[in-house]
């Protein structure tokens, strides 16, 4: 499986930004997998942003504060990101991850199995 993030790399302030991962060598419906957007912003840790499951379901991280979107076609394997409005405060290197939920006994457990290479977004006017 390969993971590959593509964008504008700059935005300006107040803009949308969106991105795209292309899945190769897997099915983004393929089911016990969720597609994850990550980022990690200079100075910080990694940022959760949010994801897309295998069943269409999306979950974002409440600090984005609902400028978050993930969107996917089913027939094809990219999935996308956006982010609205951004800020100086979103610059940041974005990865896509795919996370594997299993159940080896009686805990489901999930983790990180495959992640692209990452994309730089910058944010000036």
Not at 37 to 58: D, N
Not at 61 to 66: A, C, I, M, R, V
Request: aromatic content about 10%; some cysteine.
């Amino acid at each position: 499986v390969q993971l590959q993030e593509s964008g504008p790399g700059l935005v300006k302030p107040s803009q949308t930004l969106s991105l795209t991962c292309t899945v190769s060598g897997g099915s983004i419906t393929a089911t016990h997998y969720d597609w994850n957007w990550i980022r990690q912003s200079p100075g910080k840790g990694l940022e959760w942003m949010g994801a897309v499951a295998f069943s269409g379901t999306t979950y974002y991280t409440p600090s984005l504060k609902g400028r978050t979107s993930i969107s996917r076609d089913p027939s094809k394997n990219p999935f996308t990101l956006q982010l609205s409005s951004v800020t100086p405060e979103d610059p940041a290197v974005s990865y896509c991850a795919r996370v594997y939920h299993y159940c080896p006994g009686s805990e489901c457990l999930r983790r990180y199995d495959y992640c692209g290479q990452a994309t730089q977004v910058s944010v000036s006017s």
